[in-house]
């Protein structure tokens, strides 16, 4: 079987015969990058090394696999997996082995793959290009029993996290639905950033079936895939390098203060990088902010920062202060929020920040 990037094989594997073969090390993706051993030849005298580099292969390209596969952690995510006929069985083998019969495919990346004897394409499996199964967004939404018919592309198969959602292509763009009040947050949140010279993933307001969502565009493109920063850290890790940081990755810090995001963790922000070279590109809009406004957050800002460990919250905060240019266009308004305690929570960290309006 080959792992592919677009159409270009990056590595070949085969659990059964202990196959590792790296095509391509450079358009690797981030979570195998420096991490797949070179397998050594199967003798008697090196029997033990053989051995430990195949199991050590095979657990990384199972952990790669099984997290392109949703948890039973997302709501409805039991109806998705019996939609499909698939043992709920969370181990990384079965989630890896789920993923692996849908090409791997992911809404975020150009990852995919495909035995050896097949000879299809990118084109032919890909989330953006293609129809979506529409029962399966029935079912990742709304909760229902469905019988799934036709095509199995789906991006629902591999979107994580808690809330349900589900994804629709209205106008030839693919939008991805949050499902419940608590979703408001997510439109509030972005009115804010709107409102600052924060780079971030817009949302508005939707429904479906009745109820209310929030909805945001898909982020990649065939051009820009996303690369979570949990995957971007392990590399860095293994090689000895500087995590990367731009004026993104500061902001980050400087808005989660502000809103008392207690949920920045590692599958939450991220990186883009060029689809064509593997080449990182910067860090990614923000996105993800529908536990904003904790209540325990607003009251204790120095808790530690999940997103630089290193740091509390507030000390994060006056470090990337120092760093990058902020300011707001217009004045914040009461009703910007939901709540008295959310709006002075807000303004009182604005100007502990020392940060103004411009233009």
């Not at 053989?50 to 292969?57: D, I, M, Q, R, T």
């Not at 990755?249 to 949920?263: E, G």
């Amino acid at each position: 079987m080959y792992l592919m990037l677009n159409d270009t094989a990056v590595m070949r594997f085969d659990f059964e015969k202990n196959i590792y073969e790296v095509l391509n090390a450079q358009l690797l993706p981030f979570r195998l990058r420096e991490a797949v051993c070179t397998m050594p030849e199967r003798t008697f005298a090196n029997l033990d090394s053989y051995l430990n580099a195949s199991e050590k292969n095979r657990e990384i390209l199972r952990y790669f696999f099984a997290h392109r596969v949703l948890t039973l952690s997302r709501r409805n995510a039991k109806k998705i997996y019996d939609a499909l006929r698939e043992e709920q069985d969370q181990t990384d083998i079965n989630r890896s082995n789920i993923a692996l019969k849908y090409h791997a495919a992911s809404i975020l990346d150009n990852y995919w793959t495909k035995e050896e004897a097949e000879t299809v394409q990118f084109q032919d499996i890909s989330i953006r290009e293609n129809p979506l199964n529409e029962v399966l967004t029935i079912a990742a939404l709304q909760g229902a029993s469905v019988s799934l018919e036709g095509s199995v592309c789906s991006p629902e198969i591999a979107t994580d996290g808690t809330a349900a959602k589900g994804w629709k292509r209205e106008n030839d763009r693919l939008w991805l639905y949050k499902k419940g009040s608590r979703q408001k947050m997510e439109v509030i949140v972005s009115n804010l950033l709107d409102n600052m010279n924060i780079r971030h993933v817009p949302y508005e307001d939707a429904s479906d079936a009745g109820s209310y969502c929030a909805k945001c565009p898909c982020m990649s493109d065939a051009g820009q895939n996303v690369v979570p920063a949990v995957d971007v850290l392990a590399y860095c890790a293994r090689t000895r390098r500087k995590l990367p940081d731009d004026e993104g990755y500061y902001k980050m810090w400087i808005a989660d203060y502000l809103i008392s995001n207690s949920d920045r963790h590692g599958r939450n922000w991220g990186y883009y990088f060029d689809a064509v070279t593997g080449r990182l590109l910067g860090t990614h809009p923000l996105f993800d902010h529908d536990h904003a406004f904790d209540e325990s957050v607003m009251e204790n800002p120095n808790i530690p920062y999940r997103a630089a460990y290193q740091y509390t919250m507030k000390q994060a905060a006056h470090i990337a202060r120092k760093k990058v240019d902020i300011y707001y266009k217009r004045d914040f308004e009461r009703e910007d929020f939901q709540t008295d305690r959310q709006y002075d929570s807000f303004m009182e960290r604005v100007r502990e920040l020392d940060i103004r309006k411009r233009g």
